[in-house]
Structure formats: C-alpha cells, structure tokens
C-alpha cells in the first residue's frame, strides 16, 4: 500500500512558469521531507518540515507542511531547466522514512 | 565531502544467480538503508540497518538479506536473483535517531537488470 501520493506524476513547463507539486497522505507524519534526484544520481535532501503549518523557502522553492501534517506542498517560482529533476517526499515513521511517488520535472529553456 | 559508493552502476545477471550489492559510506553513520526504487512506485524500504550487525525488515525484504558486519559497509543479497527484482537499487546511511531527526544520504544507484 503506498501512503504518499504525488501529483502530477509528470509535468513539462516552460522556463518562468510557476509549479505546485503536491503530496498528500491519509496519515499523520512527524515530519516530511523533500529530495531532489536527477539522472544518474541518488536523490538530495532539499528541506525538512516538521510543525504543522509550517513554511520554508530555499530560493525560488517554497514548502508547506499541512496544519494536520498529513499533506505538503513544493512550489517553484519562474521554473529554470536546472530545476529539472524527479521530486520526492518521504514522510518519517519512528525510525524510517516512506517515500512517495514521484514527480518527474522537465523544464524547458 | 559526504559520500556513499556503491559498487556498481551497472550490473547484468541471469535468473537464479547470487548477487552481492556493496555499499560503503566515509561519514561514521550508524544507519545505513537499501531501497528499490521502480518508476511511479517512489522508493520502497529493503532492509536497514541501526548498528553493526543489526538488521531490520523494512517493506518489501522477501527474497533480499543483506550483511553489516563493519560500520562502513551495508551489503545487500540477492539468494537467487528473479526479473521481478531487475530495478535500481539505493543505499543511504544517516546518523542515529529517529526518522525525523536525521537527513538521509543517498549513493548513486546499482541498476540491476536480471535476464
């Protein structure tokens, strides 16, 4: 059974557009995570959200952890070709994480 | 620098044979994981590991065991390979803790292709 949807499973955009990818589970996560991974590579720790309702940004990136921290969103502002990549989210469970589906992110110049 | 090496980036192997993924890390962490990772599935917990010698199942261990018998070093078993288990595989190793205290660092992958 998989907890962690992602939506879109893919999306194509052209450079300066503006994206939302969604994760959304029925359960209760301590935390959440996100990774980036591109080609050829194991995937890279973007940010962790760990209050309900809490908001980060890293550059042009913003990330919401849901109040009820079931959900999470990552936002790309004016979408670069080097934000191409596959975007994941791993909700912590004791000592692990569950990761979701993906979203595979092509942007194109 | 970080780093997490695994053995092989490429690897073929035919139905029934024994298969050895190594995965070393240079961080001194405790923990150390095996994922699969096949499209629109995401990652899928293997195996892991807390401590030398210590394992623990993780989603989806049948037909897997893997060996850590050095802190560094995580291997990761295939008894007798199938196809349904040609994907790429991911190690990772993070410090102790529980889940939402730690970052996960991730190698680059073994895609495992079994004929």
């Known amino acids: 059974t998989q907890l962690l949807e992602q939506s879109p499973q893919f999306l194509s955009i052209q450079e300066g557009e503006n994206l939302t990818v969604y994760c959304n589970s029925s359960?209760?996560?301590?935390?959440l995570q996100w990774y980036r991974q591109e080609p050829g590579e194991g995937p890279v720790l973007l940010v962790t959200?760990?209050?309900?309702?809490e908001v980060k940004k890293l550059k042009r990136l913003t990330f919401q952890f849901g109040d009820a921290r079931k959900d999470s969103s990552l936002h790309i502002t004016a979408a670069q070709p080097g934000d191409t990549g596959l975007y994941l989210c791993?909700?912590?469970?004791?000592?692990?994480?569950?990761f979701g589906t993906g979203t595979r992110l092509k942007v194109l110049a | 620098d970080v780093k997490v090496t695994q053995s092989s980036r490429y690897l073929v192997k035919r139905t029934g044979e024994k298969v050895f993924l190594e995965c070393v890390q240079d961080?001194?962490?405790?923990?150390m994981f095996w994922y699969r990772q096949d499209p629109g599935l995401g990652l899928r917990l293997i195996y892991f590991?807390?401590?030398?010698?210590?394992?623990e199942k993780g989603d989806i261990p049948e037909g897997y065991s893997v060996s850590r018998e050095k802190k560094e070093r995580f291997s990761l078993i295939l008894e007798s390979a199938s196809t349904n288990q040609t994907s790429m595989y991911l190690c990772?190793?993070?410090?102790?803790?529980?889940?939402?205290?730690?970052?996960?660092?991730f190698g680059p992958g073994t895609r495992l292709t079994v004929t």
């Open positions: 961080m001194d962490h405790e923990n």
């Open positions: 791993a909700g912590a469970r004791t000592y692990k994480y569950i």
């Open positions: 359960s209760v996560f301590s935390s």
């Open positions: 590991s807390y401590d030398v010698k210590m394992k």
């Open positions: 990772a190793s993070s410090l102790v803790g529980l889940a939402d205290s730690y970052e996960q660092y």
């Open positions: 959200v760990v209050t309900g309702g």
